[in-house]
């Protein structure tokens, strides 16, 4: 007769291979990164608290407004270590704001505004002016394949410079990059979120399994 599981077995039994990923949940449009991930086979998870991030295996920090979500960071305690964890080699994908929040620098930030880094670039905020100048295009993303990726921008930032150990995933017609990654962190100055196409969070998962 097999031995009756430990209670740390049973609850990674229940969780299977599906890997946990949180979705940074204090402001912007984290349910429809929640819902993309849960379709994707994911225990996907909203995170507001410190204690949270220990119980994760990735995160996604979802579209929004930075400075907003930077203040809301530290407020809630979260900002230092979501630090370390992206250090440790934590898996992140930001997407639009969350690629702010991942990016070293920004150049026009408001007073004040910090970021969690990581992501050894300069970002420019609203680079493509305000919701009125929301755009759609299609991308060519070579680690994607084909078809191109329909992208939705919405008072987007563009990745203005690149530093050493940055890998460009996509840019647009006239050259300006609005895809990255490094190691364990993606960002993309899009929402991919809300096309329908998942194969970023698909690329993302894979980093996260691989991370486990």
Do not use: W
Not at 88 to 112: E, H, R, W
Request: one cysteine or more; charged letters at 20%.
């Amino acid at each position: 007769m097999s031995p009756l599981p430990t209670a740390s077995q049973s609850v990674a039994g229940s969780r299977g291979n599906a890997p946990r990923v949180g979705v940074l949940a204090l402001q912007g449009d984290f349910r429809e990164h929640l819902r993309v991930l849960t379709s994707l086979g994911a225990d996907a998870v909203s995170v507001r608290r410190p204690e949270e991030i220990a119980d994760i295996d990735g995160l996604v920090i979802p579209g929004g407004e930075s400075s907003v979500m930077d203040k809301l960071s530290r407020a809630f305690g979260l900002a230092e270590p979501l630090r370390a964890a992206i250090a440790d080699g934590l898996p992140v994908y930001g997407t639009c704001a969350g690629l702010i929040m991942l990016a070293d620098g920004v150049l026009d930030a408001i007073a004040g505004q910090q970021t969690l880094g990581g992501l050894s670039i300069s970002v420019r905020r609203n680079a493509f002016g305000n919701q009125l100048d929301s755009f759609e295009t299609d991308l060519a993303v070579p680690v994607l394949g084909d078809p191109p990726v329909h992208a939705v921008f919405i008072r987007a930032p563009v990745v203005e410079s690149v530093g050493d150990g940055v890998t460009v995933l996509a840019h647009l017609d006239d050259g300006r990059v609005v895809a990255v990654e490094s190691q364990n962190l993606l960002g993309t100055a899009f929402h991919p979120e809300v096309t329908g196409d998942v194969r970023f969070h698909e690329y993302f998962l894979d980093k996260v399994r691989a991370s486990r």
